[in-house]
């Protein structure tokens, strides 16, 4: 376990050096939510509690992931590449002329499900997909991954209460809770806590954890494989930091879009430290 546990935080920390050279080389991206949700994202695709095929990106079988708060994709482009479904070269291109990689994810690269990142959206896509393995009777998950400040949305409630409502048991939703959203500590602008208390409302099971405990999230992810079909969906509420990883960034407003340069920039390299770069 304790190897297990090494080999992930070193793939998150990975990951995080990786996306940020992607956002400094392409000069723009939303580089604080990406990294509030990397550690959750390392479980998903590294420990993996995802079933996928990389060699066959559309596999029948397959587990199905959602990036509802889309604006973070920088993150999941670097696992993609690292795993093989997209070239890494392709994250030279991030947000170029002739790449695939765009500042939100859509279907024409490998390994994304659906176009996304117009907020809001993306549970409800997931919904649709868990309702046909219901029907169906396939074996695979759903699960969809929001932003707290995505929350705000009203069609999240609506896919709410349909999903309960269907007993999609198979849907699983993950909200990166880290408090903030583009432009303000969330609760001094829109708060949407308590979070926890909503979801079990709206008739979801509710697990609440630390969002970059990779302990506690691998346990979390690993107890799920057993889940009825016929059971209500589950809502993870992953409590994050915005930008974490990085000191200067962690919990502030202005690294949502930010792009560091100069002395932030050494020491936002410092700080994540030394690893293999694909960029």
């Given amino acids: 376990m304790s190897d297990t546990i090494k080999i992930l935080s070193e793939k998150a920390r990975f990951v995080r050096r990786n996306t940020l050279e992607m956002i400094v080389a392409a000069n723009k991206g939303h580089i604080g939510g990406a990294f509030s949700c990397i550690d959750i994202l390392t479980i998903l695709y590294y420990a993996p509690f995802l079933r996928f095929d ?23 482009y670097v696992i993609l590449a690292d795993l093989g479904f997209i070239s890494k ?18 279907r024409r690269v490998p390994g994304i499900e659906a176009d996304t990142g117009s907020l809001g959206h993306g549970l409800g896509i997931a919904c649709g997909m868990a309702l046909r393995a219901k029907l169906d009777g396939l074996p695979f998950f759903t699960l969809a991954l929001l932003g707290d400040g995505e929350c705000c949305e009203g069609s999240v409630w609506e896919a709410a209460l349909f999903a309960a409502h269907r007993g999609l048991g198979h849907l699983i939703g993950i909200v990166d809770a880290n408090g903030v959203c583009s432009t303000d500590i969330l609760a001094d602008c829109s708060s949407v806590e308590p979070l926890t208390a909503k979801w079990r409302a709206f008739g979801w099971d509710v697990i609440e954890v630390d969002g970059h405990n990779i302990v506690d999230l691998l346990t979390i992810f690993e107890s799920l494989k057993a889940r009825d079909m016929n059971n209500r969906p589950l809502m993870i509420i992953a409590r994050t930091v915005k930008g974490k990883g990085v000191s200067f960034m962690e919990g502030s407003p202005s690294w949502h879009h930010g792009v560091p340069k100069g002395a932030q920039l050494d020491g936002a390299r410092q700080e994540l430290g030394e690893t293999l770069l694909i960029v």
């Avoid at 991030?94 to 859509?106: E, N």
């Fill in 54 to 76: 990389v060699t066959n990106a559309r596999w029948f079988e397959r587990d199905r992931f959602i990036l509802s708060k889309g604006h973070c994709c920088e993150a999941l």
């Fill in 89 to 106: 070269s392709e994250l030279g291109c991030y947000q170029k002329g002739g790449g695939i990689l765009a500042g939100h994810p859509d």
